[in-house]
Every structure is written in C-alpha cells, then in structure tokens.
T-cell receptor, first 113, second 114 residues
Framework: KQEVTQIPAALSVPEGENLVLNCSFT??????LQWFRQDPGKGLTSLLL?????REQTSGRLNASLDKSSGRSTLYIAASQPGDSATYLC????????????FGSGTRLSIRP | EAQVTQNPRYLITVTGKKLTVTCSQN?????MSWYRQDPGLGLRQIYY???????DKGDVPEGYKVSRKEKRNFPLILESPSPNQTSLYFC?????????????FGSGTRLTVV
C-alpha cells in the first residue's frame, strides 16, 4: 500500500533563510507529483505539478524536484518570508486514471520575522 | 477564473438533519472527488467520480452519498449526520483521475454536527 511521509512535520525558521521540505513515497512508482499550500482552515492551493517527463519545476522562489528512482520529492523555498507560513502537502499517484492520488500529512512551516 | 466552488463555507447542524454540500467546477473536468480532513488523520477520500453517472467509494464512504448527474456538479449528501462527521470537507476536480493532471481544490466546508 502506497504511503507518503513528509519530513519534518513542523519547521520554524527565521525570515530570509532558504529551506527544504521533503516528501517520500513507499512505492517509487509515482507518475506525477503535486505540491500544495494550505493556510489554516482554508483550501489547498496548488503550487507546482511535476509531470512524469520532468525532474523539477520552478515558480518564483519555489523549486520542486522529483527523483522517481527513489520515490522522493523536495520543495525548496528560497529567501523565506513570513507570508510563506502555512502547511505544505505533497500528493502523488500512478499514471492510470483509475489510480488514487495519495497525500502526505504535511509540513507545518512557520517563518519568524 | 477556473475554480471549484463549494457551498456553504460553514455549516452547523443537528444530529440526524439531512444536509447537502454543493460542489461545482467550471473547467469541464471529468474527475471529481470529496475529501475530509481531520487533525492527525490528514486528507481522506470519501467518494469520487470518474465521469457523469460514474461514482465510487473512497476510503471513508460510510454515512455519505454522492451523485453526478451533470459534469460540473458533484454534491455530497449526509442523510443523517452524526457528530463524528464534524470535519473540514474539500471537493476537488481534475481533467482525469490518477496523477496525470493536477488537482484543483475548493475552499472547503467546515461542518459541525451537534
């Protein structure tokens, strides 16, 4: 059964630091992987989608990479800001339209001013 | 604007009183899904729909019903709500199931059953 682990579960860093969030799957047969941001009590906002033909995606200060051989993904946030404080979730699944995407439990990030 | 719209955002109800949470998407997506999110348990899938008139159970379907009569709408029905269904609910859609295309989520419905 596919399981997803996100490490660390919580992270607090001072403003301006670069940081890395980790996501790993027990079954490395991941087709695509998506990173989301969730503010407390709010919906999930899609940040980046890494498709099977890609190894990484970038959007502004965010960079996500996917290593399919190991079933691991990282989300890199450069020059962190207090507005980056949120919970970050990764989700991935197989290629088949019948396959289910599996969500990690998230990393709760706090950026201290 | 491409979006998934859920209503209501907040709902407090009493045990046993039937309720419906609506979900609508404007992206012509085939796949739609309902999740509940609880502290310590993460996101759990309730029901999903691969296309119109095609629905199937997710991981926690007990106590819920869904229908998909039109492509854009996927309402979640609680026939007889109970306090253990107090949760934050999300509707999501995608061009297809699986991870081939990204998922778009609604803003969530916080349900309290007393």
């Amino acid at each position: 059964k596919q399981e997803v682990t996100q490490i660390p579960a919580a992270l607090s860093v001072p403003e301006g630091e670069n940081l890395v969030l980790n996501c790993s799957f027990t079954d490395s047969a991941i087709y695509n992987l998506q990173w989301f941001r969730q503010d407390p009590g709010k919906g999930l906002t899609s940040l980046l989608l890494i498709q099977s033909s890609q190894r990484e995606q970038t959007s502004g200060r965010l960079n996500a990479s996917l290593d399919k051989s190991s079933g691991r993904s990282t989300l890199y946030i450069a020059a962190s800001q207090p507005g980056d404080s949120a919970t970050y979730l990764c989700a991935g699944g197989g290629r088949s339209s019948a396959s289910k995407i599996i969500f990690g439990s998230g990393t709760r990030l706090s950026i201290r001013p | 604007e491409a979006q998934v719209t859920q209503n209501p955002r907040y709902l407090i109800t009493v045990t046993g009183k039937k309720l419906t949470v609506t979900c609508s998407q404007n992206m012509n997506h085939e796949y739609m899904s309902w999740y509940r999110q609880d502290p310590g348990l993460g996101l759990r899938q309730i029901y999903y729909s691969m296309n119109v008139e095609v629905t199937d159970k997710g991981d926690v379907p007990e106590g819920y019903k869904v229908s998909r009569k039109e492509k854009r709408n996927f309402p979640l029905i609680l026939e007889s709500p109970s306090p253990n269904q107090t949760s934050l609910y999300f509707c999501a859609s995608s061009r297809q199931g699986g991870s081939g295309y990204g998922y778009t989520f609604g803003s969530g419905t916080r349900l309290t059953v007393v």
